[in-house]
Nanobody
């Protein structure tokens, strides 16, 4: 089992920045890919960014050039710049044993709310 704890969400004005953090504990040796998903009200959950143990990154088109995912062993970060109102969502940290995010994530955090005011 792996436990994920997110932090860093909050309220920010459009154009501002936030940094999310997520630390994994437990059987972290089995974890390969870590990432961030988000779910806005009335919408499906979507991938924001993911990073493998080797550093391979994937981003949603909507955040490319604005968000950066990084990883330090069992902690994954999401630096969010130039935030827009449409970035408002609950952000979930996730991790998986597979080689890439599209193999599916096995563990999920409880989520942290990001609200961007316009």
């Amino acid at each position: 089992q792996v436990q994920l704890v997110e932090s860093g969400g909050g309220l920010v004005q459009a154009g501002g920045s936030l940094r999310l953090s997520c630390t994994a504990s437990g059987s972290i040796s089995s974890v390969n890919v870590m990432g961030w998903y988000r779910q806005a009200p009335g919408k499906q959950r979507e991938l924001v960014a993911a990073i493998t143990r080797r550093g391979s990154r994937n981003y949603a088109d909507s955040v490319k050039g604005r968000f950066t995912i990084s990883r330090d062993n069992a902690t994954v970060y999401l630096q969010m710049n130039s935030l827009k109102a449409e970035d408002t969502a609950v952000y979930y940290c996730a991790c998986g044993r597979g080689p890439y995010y599209y193999y599916g994530m096995d563990y999920w955090g409880k989520g942290t709310l990001v609200t961007v005011s316009s």
